[in-house]
């Protein structure tokens, strides 16, 4: 960290920052230019924080010299970290898709999308049994009974589950049930205690990114999960707010291309969430994999106009199918494959 001091900054004002630095166990290294002081704190710097220097007498401004996240950076982690999720990499060369319904509704329901995502080649099966609503009056999700459906019906395709963790309360049944990714979503990105929790375990997580956040306070988020041992981690882009009303988020793909800069962590793309019309899914989904997305979050109903939430982003099955046809092509165009769960009838064959 550096401290500029003011142009008129007296002994006594270097001698009070440089003994707050000392007090934090760091070093100091004193610049005195013509014009003003330059005092540098020699350490581990994330001890410090601006706070504890701007409003000292004499001090203009201080700052970071290096990134506050240090697990999740590339800078200390040059290979891009891969998470396995029984078998499906993330994070490597191929793209991976998780397609399944916004909320878990009905076994019937579930047995459909299941059907329908494994038909067309997802490798992950999503679906929300406990589900972040904006009002209190709105279908809430079928909770742990929820959990069971998914299961029951991601296993008729032996595909693995992803489902979003709402309350650190629900994390045991979320084990029980052996969920193979554990999803938290925009609004708890930075529920630290419940990052903490999620930190302790050893499943992966993705961190959707609060719709709000800006990367570094996202990463800052991830941050949390690595400090507590987990660093299997995939970073999820879902849109952001603007004052954009036509669609429902904006897709920061920028986003995407920076992550891949400066974290090693996988990151993927809810092309769904962004746009917020099924219309939108295709070119958003092709914009996120162009972009470098190592997989993409598609939220896919057998039945879309039926949906309890999320009702109008739903694709169907088959133009879920035609989206992972042209999302092959693409890969290939950009140097990489789609992963492609093989049909039951290929899998016999062998
Ligand atoms: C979801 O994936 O169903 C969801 C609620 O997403 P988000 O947290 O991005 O809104
Ligand atoms: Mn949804």
Not at 233 to 246: D, P, Q, S, V
Not at 258 to 273: A, F, W
Not at 299 to 305: F, G, I, M, R, Y
């Amino acid at each position: 960290m550096i401290i500029v001091m003011e142009p008129d900054a007296g002994d006594a004002e270097i001698a009070a920052v440089e003994a707050r630095i000392r007090a934090a166990g760091l070093d100091v290294h004193i610049s005195r230019g013509t014009e003003r002081t330059l005092i540098g704190a020699i350490g581990d710097e994330r001890k410090l924080d601006p706070e504890m220097f701007d409003p000292l007498p004499g001090v203009e401004r201080s700052m970071h010299i290096l990134k506050p996240y240090k697990l999740v950076a590339r800078e200390w982690h040059r290979a891009s970290t891969i998470v396995n999720v029984d078998g499906a990499a993330i994070g490597g060369n191929a793209v991976q898709v998780i397609a399944g319904p916004c909320s878990v509704e009905t076994q019937p329901q579930m047995n459909a999308a299941a059907d329908g995502v494994a038909a067309a080649g997802a490798r992950l099966m999503r679906g929300g049994a406990f589900k972040p609503r904006t009002s209190p009056y709105a279908f809430q999700g079928k909770g742990v009974e929820g959990l069971t459906m998914l299961r029951n019906a991601a296993a008729r395709h032996g595909l693995p589950i992803v489902t979003e963790l709402m309350d650190v309360r629900m994390l045991d049944a979320f084990l029980e049930q052996r969920v193979d990714v554990i999803q938290i979503g925009t609004r708890n990105m930075q529920n630290f205690d419940l990052l903490k929790e999620v930190g302790r375990v050893d499943v992966p997580v993705i961190l959707k990114r609060g719709m709000s956040a800006t990367i570094s306070e996202w990463l800052m988020a991830a941050e949390y999960i690595a400090a507590g041992g987990n660093h299997k981690i995939i970073l999820c882009e879902r849109g952001i707010r603007t004052f954009e009303t036509a669609y429902r988020n904006v897709l920061d793909v920028t986003a995407v291309a920076v992550l891949k800069r400066e974290t090693h962590l996988p990151v993927i793309v809810d092309p769904s969430h962004a746009g917020g019309k099924a219309w939108m899914v295709p070119a958003l989904s092709c914009a996120g994999v162009a972009a470098g997305a190592d997989a993409l979050l598609i939220e896919v109903h057998p039945c879309p106009p039926e949906a309890w939430c999320d009702a109008d982003q739903a694709l169907t099955p088959a133009e879920f199918g035609a989206l992972m046809d042209k999302l092959d092509a693409l890969s290939c165009a950009m140097g990489r494959t789609l992963e492609r769960r093989r049909s039951e009838a290929t899998i016999e064959a062998i």
